[in-house]
């Protein structure tokens, strides 16, 4: 059964009773669920024949975060084991030459211990409108917008990284607001809202680089005349932490970011925000995902 709000909603719209009500949005939930885990399932194992390619460099620990890459890559030393700790060319080229590296869908940018760009998809260079990443330090291609008093972009995402590296896992860094250079316009940024994923990538048990993933939120959480990009993040804030009293095994930012890509989902299905859709959508997937188990330590 494939979950079709606007069909549910038209249904709901007709139903006579609320139990009728009731028993629509039962059998929606239950085929929606179904149909997560089963391409949760196709992903995981697509994933898995693509990573078994590059057994000399690359194996695949599935950790089954939201978006983005879903795992721990770590490197399988062959017979000529090298002892280094540091990101080298040939895991550059095994991760750039991935077929799930370069999904068209998703913007990913690898990152050595020094913070600078070793790898870039076009995804990434699109929804960024960045076209020469690869050998710029993140910082200094993506510096804060400094007509933005609020700033925390560099921040966060640093502070991020840096517990990556540090601890070897993934992090989820929920919903932020960072605006990008313009590329054409010396000074000038573009107004951006991510979703973003950090996850390490290891070698004999040190993490040498970092996978960074994104989703562009922004037209979700686009500033109106009324409503400003600050109110807007309140107020999506304090749904997720209403939402996130169902899921307290879940982290606040997974729950932050499920919900925030639901409405994401919900707005281009419609063709308009609706926040119970959303809500109903989010929950359905982070039921699925409390089923798994909250894998981003």
Do not use: C
């Amino acid at each position: 059964m494939s979950f079709d709000l606007v069909r549910v909603r038209g249904i709901l719209a007709h139903a006579k009773s609320e139990a009728a009500r009731a028993r629509v949005v039962s059998e929606s939930a239950r085929g929606h669920l179904e149909e997560v885990l089963t391409r949760v399932a196709f992903a995981r194992e697509a994933t898995s024949e693509v990573l078994a390619r590059l057994d000399r460099y690359f194996v695949h620990y599935s950790r089954n975060t939201p978006v983005g890459y879903e795992g721990i890559l770590e490197y399988r030393p062959g017979t000529a084991r090298r002892e280094v700790a540091r990101l080298t060319a040939e895991m550059t080229e095994a991760v750039n030459g991935a077929a799930w590296f370069q999904h068209r869908h998703k913007p990913y940018l690898l990152l050595d211990t020094d913070f600078r760009i070793r790898a870039v998809n076009r995804a990434y260079e699109q929804v960024t409108a960045q076209p020469k990443l690869v050998g710029e330090r993140m910082f200094d291609a993506f510096p804060d917008n400094p007509a933005d008093a609020t700033a925390d972009g560099v921040e966060n995402l640093s502070w991020s990284l840096e517990s990556v590296f540090s601890r070897g896992t993934s992090d989820w860094m929920g919903v932020q607001r960072y605006d990008v250079p313009k590329p054409h316009e010396r000074g000038a940024f573009r107004y951006k809202i991510w979703a973003p994923v950090n996850t390490a990538i290891r070698f004999d048990g040190a993490t040498v680089a970092v996978l960074h993933h994104v989703q562009d939120l922004t037209d979700v959480l686009t500033p109106t005349g009324s409503r400003s990009a600050a109110d807007l993040l309140t107020e999506l804030r304090s749904a997720a932490t209403d939402l996130g009293r169902e899921f307290p095994d879940l982290r606040r930012q997974t729950v932050l970011g499920v919900l925030a890509d639901s409405r994401r989902v919900v707005l281009e299905t419609l063709g308009h925000p609706d926040h119970a859709h959303a809500r109903m959508l989010a929950r359905l997937r982070l039921d699925a995902r409390a089923e798994r188990g909250n894998s981003i330590e």
